[in-house]
Every structure is written in C-alpha cells, then in structure tokens.
C-alpha cells in the first residue's frame, strides 16, 4: 500500500507540473497581448478658441461642415511646448503640455459658452522599425485625425445624450522607422453637454513587440531623407567689401514635383 500511495503523489504531482506548464504560457500571451496596447498619455495642446458660427448658420449648416474647415495652415507643423501660433490677428496661441486621465485628455472651456470651441492635440510616435498598428480615438464630440500633416480620418458625430456612449473610431496605420506626428483636430458641439475630451490608444500588431512603439511629446528626431532631399539649404554667402554686411541666399526643394525656389536674406 505505501508504494501504491507514493506512486500516486508522484502521479499529482506530474499532473499539476504538466497543467502549470500549459496554463503558464497562455497567461504570458495574454499579458503580451494587453501590453501590446499603449495610451496616449501625454499630448501637446494648442487652445481651446472659440469658433464663431456663420451668418448663415441657421440655414442648413452643421458641425461636420465646420469640421471641415481649416482655420490654420497646418504644413510644416511640428510642435513643442511653448511654441506659439498666430491663430488670428489678434491672438497668438502657445502650445502647451496636457496630461491624459481616465477619461482620456480633457479641454477646459469657458462656462456658459454656447459657441463651438477648437483645439488642436499633438503627440509624437517613435517607430524604431516598419510597424502596423491600430488607431484607436474615442470622443463623444467630432473630431479629425492627421498623420504626418495628412488627414487620415475623421468623426462627425456628436453624442449628446446622456444614454448615448461615445463614439470610437479605430484607423489602420502601417508606420515607417522614424518620428510621426499625429495631430487631432477637437471640435466641441454647443450643444453637447459632455466634457470635451478625447481617449487615444495604439495597439501594435501581433507580429512585432509592443516596444516598437513610443509615445511622447518630444519633436526632437534624427535627421531623415526629408531633411536631406526638401530641407533649407544654404547656396551662398556674398560679404560686403567693407566686412560689415552679408547676404546668404537660401534654396528649398518643394515636393511632390521637386520644384526649388530661391531667397536672400
């Protein structure tokens, strides 16, 4: 009986071996697979500014065609705390950090304000090789998306209702190694109750480690072939006989049809 017994224990034991080895791997991949899936915690924001609505309002206008206007030229940005913008004559808007909570990344307004308000999220993704991803930005108010100063997606829904769930719209990205700018464009419905926030959410695909991925707001990167093909370059400097003055003439490439143009300061 005892030997009947001990083979027994040495029976259990292999089994519990044996169900900790299979179970063991499976809980790895599910912490993975969360892990593979980074919050945008820390955006640069530019406003809020209140937007005034058209004369023409009343008509037919909606939200979604104010949406779709471009109040500010947006080539060339590349932002970083501080940095201001003119956003009219009469105002000039500094970047400036914002932390995301729970909710995501709120927009303080104005009480009492019945106007459309906007303001613009920044936020900068480090890819360290070629890197699909999912996009994923939820916001009970309408909203754009860029990448690299192209518009990639939008929202233009508005949910008002206090039994209406925010809306989230997910966007495939194919991200090659460098710095990417994404850029949201934030537009709060008047007549939308609910704070004016935003939860974005980068899942990296499952082929590739969750590390090849890097949120911050840092816009400091290597140099690229952009900067090597369509940078300011210098074409000349002319001195002054006297040595007291000189003129450096600058040349540019714009792209896409690689045209240049020529200045002097």
Request: proline residues 8%.
């Amino acid at each position: 009986m005892p030997t009947v017994t001990i083979r027994n224990r040495s029976f259990g034991l292999i089994v519990l071996i044996a169900l900790w080895l299979v179970l063991n791997p499976l809980q790895v991949v599910a912490q993975e697979e969360d892990n593979s899936t980074m919050q945008i915690s820390e955006w640069l924001m530019l406003g809020p500014a209140a937007l005034p609505l058209p004369a023409y309002h009343q008509d037919s206008f909606k939200m979604k065609d104010l949406l779709a206007f471009e109040p500010l030229p947006l080539d060339g940005w590349w932002p970083q705390s501080g940095q201001a913008v003119a956003w009219d004559r009469q105002q000039n808007i500094p970047w400036t950090a914002a932390a995301a909570g729970e909710p995501g990344v709120t927009v303080s307004i104005p009480k009492a304000q019945a106007l459309p308000y906007l303001a613009y999220l920044a936020a900068y993704i480090d890819a360290d090789r070629w890197c699909p991803a999912e996009l994923t930005l939820t916001s009970r108010h309408l909203f754009k998306v860029y990448l690299d100063g192209s518009e990639i997606a939008s929202k233009q829904t508005s949910e008002a209702k206090a039994d209406e769930e925010a809306k989230a719209l997910n966007h495939s990205l194919k991200l090659e190694t460098g710095k990417h700018l994404l850029l949201v464009k934030l537009l709060r419905d008047p007549e939308n109750p609910h704070p004016m926030s935003l939860n974005a959410s980068l899942k990296v695909d499952d082929k590739f480690p969750a590390e090849a991925l890097q949120a911050s707001t840092s816009p400091r990167h290597f140099m690229n072939i952009t900067h090597l093909l369509e940078g300011t370059k210098v074409a000349g400097v002319s001195i002054a006989a006297e040595g007291d003055l000189a003129a450096v003439t600058y040349r540019r490439t714009l792209p896409p049809e690689g045209k240049s143009e020529s200045w002097m300061e």
